[in-house]
């Protein structure tokens, strides 16, 4: 039954409400992607038909949560290019950024897309300026100056601090310090709200020296004196950064000046530069100031002081730190006494480490495990390790669990104390706890057994690695750079890396171990065995490590041409040697006399390696200074090189001949080295050495212009057809 004053339903106002874009058409299309100029209409088709799963009326009881046809249909996403700042700027704003995305550089079609619009107002130039991603700054600062010359224009403040923000993260701050003086320009008073807003940029891109810069020059050109949150923001930075002087000279500066109260912030960060410092009589006379100006410190500002000087190594002064804590009636909390007690057990301090412990404890503070790893990792460090494994028992009893480190740290102190036995049982205690052995667990222990000759114990433990399934190869491998390392068991490491060898345990990595070790203590016999073993198996193939190590081998043992051989296999490979390899090689080629082939080293390892010898590039020093003919100017180089503490070696002498005979004659050779002999540089003997030496070369050099020449008229056959004859 109807209500009689109710309109009939056929003339009742039937109400339509759109979501999200409507819909295109022709003459009216959608603004895509957020730019006015991208603009995409539709044409006009035949709608598609309702199917009649969609035309069916829905029913609850029918209702399948997983049935893709009755899924809610998702909204219509934007392109991912299109950001939410984009979204949320105005038509008229979309526009101007259109206009100058559009072209890359200011200019009349740039001006003539801006003049479409009647007026720009201030409101839309800071907008602008402000979007997400910003024009960049060629373009910014002339649409900034052209909106300014409209008539009766004044610009707001929200567009000058858009500009400057701008400019600032375009990585040009100079040009963002100017905000001032373009403030001042268009008549507005400068105020602390730009100081503010540069020093927060400048501070944020780490540039701490341009904000005192910029505060400084507030004060005394444009008479702002600032805030005492700006100067506390400058502190922090300068602070960070490691420029404590100038820290100190700002406080002064604000105390100095009386307008700038300090707050107890301010007292904060200066007491943690000069921890970081380790200037503890400033640090006590700033404490004492701080007490007397403004308040007691509390605990927190000690903490983070204590926590500041212990990173950086200063106990000596924390400890006069605590002291104070303790004369100003502040009780430490656990966090104070945790760093306490790690700095001082790592200084070696383990006594006074163990006395904070009990004071800690007696107090009732929560002692986390960080702080029982502390002081074990002291008790060991100190040869006690009896004390480290009570403290472990303490730490189990306050129902913490080891980690592995702390298992990992008493093995090592138990197998340094010869007591490898009690080292085992740790390692069982380990695998009862579920821990994953790491190869320092296991390291010491079997440097132990191979010591004492104890093959049987070694290779059973070898076997529960195999059990456990860890990759027992790479713990072998760090063993036995943890065996050979120590003093006279170079010669035992290769004795057992044939009895693993036998058990199938070998790599490239071990042989590396042993060949870089051997030729340490110059059993290069040895190591060249190992290598011919290395080319002859079909596993354990030589690498870029491997060469590295044998190039230096084979210059000592004088078969420079083996050597070479190896550089060339790693060519080929696309190795990198290293520099001890390069170095090595260069040599043994200057000491042969192949000057050319060392040259050519040098240049190769400098356009490789990162960081170079110096020795290299003096050497192309000398050889560019051998260009103007000047023995006066390489006598130059090489009297830097002596400043400098670099040795005059045969390839600093290999340079002066091929830059000399390459530039200039072997003239300006002699007459460098006659020089040095004067000055003591190089020996008479020396001196006749490399005056043959640059003889030779010039043979070298002749012999090779005379074949090239042959080569190039065709005349090569005769020469050997003569040569036969003779």
């Known amino acids: 039954m109807t209500s ?40 006009p088709g035949p709608r598609p038909s309702p199917s009649p799963s969609s035309a069916a009326p829905f029913r609850l009881p029918d209702w399948d949560p997983s049935s893709p046809s009755h899924s809610p249909r998702s909204p219509p996403t934007l392109p991912h290019s299109i950001s939410a700042s984009s979204r949320r700027l105005s038509p008229l704003a979309r526009f101007l950024l259109d206009a100058l995305r559009r072209h ?35 373009l910014a600062l002339p649409f900034f100056h052209w909106a300014g010359r409209q008539k009766g224009f004044r610009h707001c403040f929200p567009a000058f601090h858009a500009l400057a923000s701008l400019l600032s993260d375009a990585g040009l701050p100079g040009a963002a310090d100017q905000l001032p003086d373009l403030i001042r320009a268009h008549g507005k008073p400068v105020s602390h709200s730009q100081l503010t807003l540069l020093v927060r940029l400048h501070t944020a891109a780490r540039r701490p020296l341009r904000a005192l810069y910029t505060l400084r020059r507030f004060r005394h050109e444009f008479s702002v004196q600032p805030q005492v949150h700006a100067c506390n923001r400058v502190l922090g930075a300068l602070a960070a950064a490691g ?17 700038v109260k300090p707050m107890p912030v301010t007292f904060a960060i200066i007491v943690r530069a000069l921890g970081q410092a380790g200037m503890t009589d400033r640090i006590l006379e700033m ?37 104070e804590m303790g004369k100003d009636g502040v009780e430490p909390d656990a966090m104070a006494y945790a760093t306490m007690v790690g700095g001082l057990c790592d200084a070696g301090m383990v006594d006074e480490a163990a006395n904070l412990f009990e004071e800690m404890s007696k107090k009732g503070l929560l002692v986390d495990r960080a702080v029982y790893a502390s002081l074990i990792d002291g ?31 008493l093995i090592d102190g138990l197998c340094d104390i010869g007591r490898e036995d009690k080292a085992y049982k740790m390692f069982q205690i380990v695998l009862q706890e ?18 004492k000759g104890e093959m049987a114990i070694f290779f059973g433990l070898v076997d529960k690695l195999v059990e456990l399934g860890l990759p027992v190869v790479e713990f072998l491998a760090d063993f036995l750079r943890l065996f050979a390392c120590k003093d006279g068991r170079e010669l035992k490491a290769v004795e057992v890396f044939k009895t693993l060898r036998q058990k199938g345990y070998c790599s490239v ?95 190769d390892c400098l356009g490789t390696v990162e960081n170079g010898p110096m020795e290299f590039k003096y050497t192309l020093t000398i050889i560019e200074a051998c260009r103007s003919k ?58 006749i050495v490399y005056e043959d030496m640059l003889n030779e070369h010039l043979k070298k050099v002749t012999a090779d212009l005379v074949i090239s020449g042959l080569k190039f008229f065709n005349l090569e056959s005769k020469l050997k057809w003569r040569s036969r004859i003779d």
């Open 287 to 323: 404490i004492t100031r701080m007490r007397d100006e403004v308040c007691r410190p509390d605990v927190f500002v000690y903490t983070a002081l204590v926590k500041t000087m212990v990173r950086r190594g200063h106990m000596e002064g924390c400890i006069r730190v605590w002291e």
């Open 509 to 603: 990595s071990i042989y590396n171990i042993l060949i870089e070790n051997l030729l340490k203590i110059n059993e290069r016999k040895i190591a060249l065995v190992l290598f011919e073993e290395m080319k002859l198996s079909d596993d354990c193939k030589p690498e870029s490590c491997t060469y590295s190590h044998m190039i230096p081998c084979f210059v000592d043992e004088g078969t420079i041409q083996e050597a070479c051989s190896c550089y060339n296999s790693m060519m080929k490979a696309e190795w990198t040697p290293s520099i001890s390899a390069y170095w090595s090689l260069v040599n043994g080629l200057c000491k042969v006399g192949e000057i050319n082939a060392a040259v050519s080293l040098v240049t």
């Open 243 to 259: 420029h404590v002087e100038d820290a100190l000279k700002l406080f002064d500066e604000m105390s100095d000046g009386g307008a």
């Open 104 to 138: 890359h550089r200011w200019g009349p079609p740039v001006v003539a897309d801006l003049s479409k619009l009647r007026r720009v107002p201030p409101t839309l130039v800071a907008e602008v300026l402000s979007a997400h991603p910003p024009p960049p700054p060629p």
């Open 4 to 43: 009689p004053s109710s309109p009939p339903a056929d003339h009742r106002r039937r109400h339509t409400i759109y979501h999200g874009h409507r819909r295109a058409s022709p003459h009216r299309p959608t603004v895509r992607g957020g730019l006015i100029t991208h603009l995409r209409a539709t044409s």
């Open 434 to 451: 579920d821990l994953a052995p790491s190869s320092q667990t296991v390291s010491q222990l079997l440097v132990c057994y191979a010591d």
């Open 630 to 687: 000047s023995p006066e100017k390489v006598m130059k180089v090489v009297d830097e090189m002596i400043e400098l503490g670099y040795s005059i070696e045969e390839l600093t002498f290999s340079a002066i001949i091929y830059g000399f005979c390459k530039h200039a004659t072997s003239t300006g050779a002699r007459q460098v080295f006659s020089v040095m002999r004067d000055r003591d540089i190089i020996s008479e003997a020396n001196f």
């Open 379 to 409: 008790y060991v460090a100190a040869g006690r390790v009896g004390d480290g494994c009570r403290v472990l028992k303490g730490m189990v009893d306050a129902g913490y669990r080891a980690d592995l480190g702390t298992y990992n740290t």
